[in-house]
């Protein structure tokens, strides 16, 4: 292998891969993947846990195979009683330990029973079938039992602020003030050894098997234009300031213009922002970007990863994965990250309704974008009680400034509600007809502006199901996993706080759908983008975009849509001048992806080291203070509040 200047290459290559490249040459090359694929299965294979230690063995992995055997164990003593046995606990799991009763080893018995629980302990002896009768079957070492003939305790243990159990309930913030104790519980060990796997399986699959490139982008640098709040990071030069990247984004696009054309990393972002339930402040995302690709491309590939590096235990996953557009999702589903595990979706009935006397529907589709839709609750009637519909109703209200209006199928098949005083029997039948209503389904209806409407009855949906599967109604399979695409969204949206302004829906950096680029120029906001969004069981796990690769358009949508100072981005402007390819890429939130493989309520039960949903370590107890002359050479002073002055004093 040569490059331009006739200089061969090989020294750039490991042998592995060049001997992989030469076979992929020849005739009949199938030998050469065969190779690779033994190779990696090789490299798979169990791992040595007793590697480089002093242990023989670990607690989980013995069995009746090793009777016989005389083995050194360390462990945490789970569990112990009347100084007769102790349960003696690692990683791997559980066994139990004979504790001697002869006088010969009472050195044995004294330390052992002796050691308070959560002490760590290295133990010696033989292991031996349990008496008939004894055997565990729930423990995996439940047939066997190690008798003790010597013992060490390493560390005693003092008491504990919780029991080391799963069963054990703790409230989250003494868990978090306690994490090194937390860690130790089966859950977490399970949790945090499954994102490790998962980690490897996608390294393996996207550098080995498919030529990505690892890179690790910088975490200290300047302010990014739009999206979400950035730390800040004081330097010594006087008024200037770091910013910690909330994504590697323009990085890994100018890795794309540096030519190395397929970039991943397991990366780490910054958001500030504030006290948002289950979200950190720190979190890992799977980054990728590549050259010359497009959004088909960029879909194949995470499909593939997904699968490749998806734990056996949840089962399988079929690709493709379904995909559907922005606009489906909020007219069926009220969110752009819909949850396709039941149904419940949302139904028109403004068709149906146009031609009723009912005043509040014909006043709500006199607007342009006015609309009557609804959702159907199944076995409402039986399963939620009047106080949920209320709540359900008062929802709506709350949030979204939305009146609900409800329908009931009696058991005769006729209906309850306000609306039947003003529907003939035949119109009532199609109404049923049209809601596909069963006896006692209740149905939520809805009248008013599109997105608006949408919103309520797609927030409505998901408490209903909450509410449904409080009851006893299963709806959801938490064994099962959804995965969905949602594209076409809008490039820009409508700012909250001033809806004459436009911000971007995904970055500053996406390319608008290629049907819709005069657009751009005309009229920027019925432009659709090249983002896509990944969806799994109703949670954003991913998103990307296939980028802006021309400095004048990304100039044009920074200064004239956007109204940005372009200056910030003038090193990224500039480099999309010289020689930038088509490119684009996507991230998955590896922390989100790992909590619903495991099915954990937060995202923090699959972080080692979680801040609070406030944002603070309750451990170390950070963020804190630091001293007016350790601010000193930032050139920071800080103007305390009255009440954090007194504070401080005392």
């Known amino acids: 292998m040569k490059c331009s200047c006739g200089m061969a290459l090989s020294w750039l290559l490991p042998r592995s891969l060049l001997e992989l490249a030469r076979g992929l040459t020849r005739p009949g090359c199938g030998w050469a993947l065969r190779r690779a694929a033994s190779a990696s299965a090789s490299a798979s294979a169990a791992p040595d846990f007793n590697s480089f230690v002093t242990r023989t063995n670990t607690c989980g992995e013995l069995r009746s195979a090793h009777v016989g055997q005389e083995v050194t164990l360390y462990g945490w003593i789970q569990y112990q009683r009347q100084g007769l046995f102790l349960v003696l606990r690692d990683f791997q799991g559980l066994i139990q330990v004979i504790i001697p009763q002869d006088e010969a080893h009472s ?23 349990r008496p008939p009768g004894q055997e565990n079957p729930k423990m995996p070492t439940g047939d066997i039992e190690v008798k003790a003939e010597t013992a060490e305790v390493l560390n005693s243990c003092k008491k504990l602020p919780f029991e080391i159990k799963d069963f054990i309930k703790k409230s989250e913030a003494l868990r978090m003030q306690y994490r090194y104790l937390d860690l130790r519980s089966f859950q977490l060990q399970y ?79 910054y958001r500030d922002e504030g006290s948002r339930p289950d979200r950190q402040p ?47 999702a909020l007219a069926d589903y009220g969110t752009d990250k819909p949850d396709t595990r039941f149904g419940m979706k949302i139904v028109s009935i403004s068709d149906f309704l146009r031609r009723s006397n009912i005043q509040f529907i014909q006043n709500a589709l006199s607007y342009p974008h006015g609309t009557v839709k609804a959702i159907c609750i199944p076995q409402g009637v039986r399963y939620l009680k009047n106080k949920n519909l209320e709540s359900l109703k008062e929802s709506a209200k709350s949030k979204f400034n939305q009146e609900i209006v ?23 039948s199609q109404l049923v007809q049209a809601l596909n209503m069963q006896v006692d389904d209740v149905v939520l209806l809805a009248a008013g502006e599109q997105k608006q409407v949408c919103s309520a009855l797609g927030s409505l949906r998901l408490e209903s199901a909450d509410l449904l599967e409080a009851a006893g109604l299963v709806l959801r399979d938490p064994a099962a996993f959804h995965f969905l695409w949602v594209v076409d969204f809008p490039l820009f949206l409508s700012k909250e706080e001033n809806p004459t302004e436009l911000e971007a829906a995904h970055h500053p950096f996406t390319a608008p759908h290629p049907s819709d680029t005069s657009l751009l120029y005309s009229d920027p906001t019925k432009v659709r983008s090249q983002h896509y969004d990944l969806v799994l069981n109703g949670n954003e796990i991913g998103g990307g975009s296939i980028r802006i690769h021309s400095a004048e358009q990304q100039r044009f949508v920074l200064e004239e849509v956007l109204k940005e100072d372009s200056e910030v981005l003038s090193h990224l402007l500039e480099a999309l001048e010289l020689g930038a390819p088509p490119h684009g890429g996507i991230a998955l939130g590896l922390d989100r992806l790992i909590s619903l493989i495991v099915d954990a309520p937060s995202i923090r039960d699959v972080i080692a080291f979680p801040k609070s949903f406030r944002g603070r370590d309750l451990m170390g107890n950070a963020p804190d203070y630091v001293t007016p002359e350790e601010l000193k050479p930032y050139h920071i002073q800080v103007s305390w509040p009255l009440e954090e002055k007194e504070a401080k004093k005392n």
């Open 107 to 129: 050195h044995v018995k004294n330390l052992l029973s002796n050691a308070p629980v959560e002490s760590v302990v290295r133990v010696t002896g033989i292991v031996s079938p």
């Open 191 to 269: 949790n945090l050894r499954l994102r490790s796997r998962v980690v490897m399986k996608m390294r393996e699959y996207l550098c080995n098997l498919h030529g990505f490139v690892d890179v690790e982008t910088p975490t200290l640098f300047k302010r990014t234009p739009g999206g979400a709040k950035e730390f800040l990071v004081p330097s010594r030069e006087v008024g200037k300031f770091y910013c910690l990247p909330q994504s590697p984004q323009q990085f890994k696009q100018l890795l794309m213009v540096g030519g190395l054309d397929r970039y991943f990393q397991v990366a780490r972002c």
């Open 282 to 328: 720190e979190f890992t995302q799977i980054d990728i970007e590549m050259s010359f690709v497009d959004k088909a491309g960029i879909q194949k590939l995470v499909e593939g990863l997904l699968q490749y590096s998806w734990p056996e235990e949840r089962g399988s996953i079929s690709t493709p994965f379904p995909s559907m557009t922005y606009e489906e």
């Open 406 to 428: 409800e329908i009931i199928c009696r058991p005769d098949g006729s209906l309850k509600s306000l609306l039947t005083r003003f529907l003939d029997e035949k119109q009532q």
